[in-house]
């Protein structure tokens, strides 16, 4: 299967735009992919992306967490004016933006703000971008400059952190004749979901014995605002144990507006049923949780990979791996779409690619949800009840989960677990407040232990203030919707769960 990696468009207003999301291992979250177009080699950067479809804008950066300031290069295919921005939602209102273009062998640069739709940003009071160089080359505009995360300036600066970042792009193709852009058109503009600030994704080793597992389903998006679309996939059969040891997402090129979120659940199915879920892997799958949704296929409960927007993939360190046993295995694909427009014709096949090895590591690795796994009414079945309501007219509404100390002190072995990685996942009024016992900010990166008590805090944001009916369901991308996901090693520790 030919995959090439393109990222969303859609500057919606009258400059372009851009942005992103992330995952985890101890399990409370997911994760996004970003997929396979070679990026021109950028020496000295820590990361680097392509944003648009066409390869013609490149970003490259390094966060110095340190000093808690973030270098970028960005580099686009025109000798016009180039924009490069940070939006809460990706689209232009509430943005933050520079502009810059060469004129004449002069440079204009300019740190600007979008306070509303529909508007050339507006220069702003004070700049906290430091210009580094500008550069015209044959074909390209090269800015290198540098900010602080947290510039102070609460008005007309975004805050850069560890979430995802909707970063925004659009260029023009001449230089402007005044002080401002004019506008860049439809086809000069987008949005890419990037995490500014997590390390670069670790390259998955050259190594003859690691393979590749496709896993994808080919459909056709409905014409409806929301689908979860689920599919049976089967690994590879292996004659001997292997482990899986990371994957990177795909998302089709151009339907990346569509596709919010993938989660790959491992299947524990009795031997009866084999042949029944050999035949479910040969379809492309049923609305899930639906009327269609076989009542076995909830035998697919235990996470091990979750991908949202704006996450590259992940490599697991390299002691460490998922067991992948004799004979393969079966998993559930769950994909969420979006499309709030009702298209129709979309065919998409976006997936994943898994990566697996007959070298086994030392550790192996499970997920643990933390959270609230909820589903719409319409959809629930005797196993899956659980509905959410949160109450309109509320400036902020709190969800805790809790995984409590009776329960680690069952499933955790003595010595405790080592969590490697986490992501967090909520769907658009809601946020994140987590602790472990009475620590308000956990770092994924640590040790728990039998008796901790893991606790979970959702803070939803403001509902329609002039609202009459409640928010329910929580599974649409507006909804509520909100999970931790942990990833420690020691799969065997969760095998009572």
Not at 132 to 137: D, K, L, M, N, P
Not at 381 to 388: M, Y
Not at 420 to 448: K, M, Y
Request: charged share 20%.
């Amino acid at each position: 299967m030919s995959r090439t990696e393109s990222p969303s468009l859609g500057f919606p207003g009258p400059i372009a735009n851009g942005m992103v999301s992330k995952a985890i291992r101890f399990t409370l979250g997911f994760c996004l992919v970003i997929g396979g177009i070679s990026l021109p080699s950028v020496s000295g950067w820590e990361r680097e992306a392509i944003l648009d479809p066409l390869g013609k804008v490149h970003l490259a950066w390094t966060p110095h967490l340190e000093t808690k300031v973030i270098e970028f290069e960005y580099t686009v295919q025109t000798l016009g004016w180039v924009g490069l921005g940070f939006s809460p939602t990706g689209g232009m209102r509430d943005s933050d933006v520079i502009t810059a273009w060469i004129k004449n062998g002069q440079v204009f640069f300019n740190d600007r703000h979008v306070p509303v739709d529909h508007e050339l940003p507006r220069v702003d009071d004070v700049s906290n971008y430091n210009l580094i160089s500008a550069v015209e080359t044959d074909t390209a505009t090269i800015i290198r400059f540098s900010r602080e995360f947290d510039t102070c300036d609460l008005e007309q600066d975004f805050h850069i952190t560890g979430d995802t970042i909707k970063v925004i792009y659009a260029y023009g193709e001449t230089d402007p004749d005044g002080a401002d852009p004019y506008y860049h058109g439809i086809d000069s503009r987008g949005t890419k979901s990037l995490y500014l600030l997590d390390p670069p994704l670790g390259e998955i080793p050259d190594d003859p014995s690691i393979k590749e597992w496709i896993v994808s389903s080919e459909m056709v998006i409905p014409e409806v605002d929301t689908t979860y679309w689920c599919s049976i996939q089967k690994t590879p059969v292996v004659d001997v144990t292997n482990h899986i040891i990371g994957y990177k997402p795909y998302v089709k090129p151009g339907n990346e507006k569509y596709v919010h979120h993938l989660l790959l659940y491992a299947c524990s199915i009795p031997d009866e049923l084999v042949d029944v879920f050999n035949s479910w892997a040969e379809h492309d799958g049923v609305l899930c949780y639906g009327p269609d949704h076989p009542q076995e296929w909830y035998l697919c409960r235990s996470i091990l990979i979750a991908w949202a927007v704006g996450g590259e993939g992940e490599t697991y360190p390299e002691n460490v791996g998922y067991v992948l046993p004799e004979g393969g295995m079966f998993f559930m694909m769950e994909m969420h779409y979006d499309n709030p427009e009702m298209e129709s014709g979309i065919q998409d096949d976006s997936g994943l690619t898994v990566y697996y090895t007959d070298v086994l590591r030392p550790l192996e690795m499970a997920t643990l949800e933390v959270g609230s796994a909820v589903y719409p009414a319409e959809r629930s079945d005797r196993l899956h009840t659980n509905v959410q309501i949160i109450p309109s007219r509320q400036k902020q509404f709190f969800h805790a989960g809790h995984c409590s100390s009776l329960c680690t002190s069952t499933v955790f072995p003595p010595e405790g677990i080592h969590v490697f990685s986490g992501l967090l996942h909520s769907h658009l009024i809601g946020g994140f407040h987590r602790a472990f016992g009475s620590v308000l900010i956990l770092d994924p990166l640590s040790e728990r232990f039998r008796g901790d008590t893991i606790k979970v805090i959702y803070a939803y944001g403001e509902t329609d203030p002039d609202g009459e009916d409640p928010y329910y369901h929580g599974i649409d991308s507006r909804g509520t919707k909100s999970l931790y996901l942990l990833d420690p090693p020691l799969e065997q520790i969760f095998s009572n769960l």
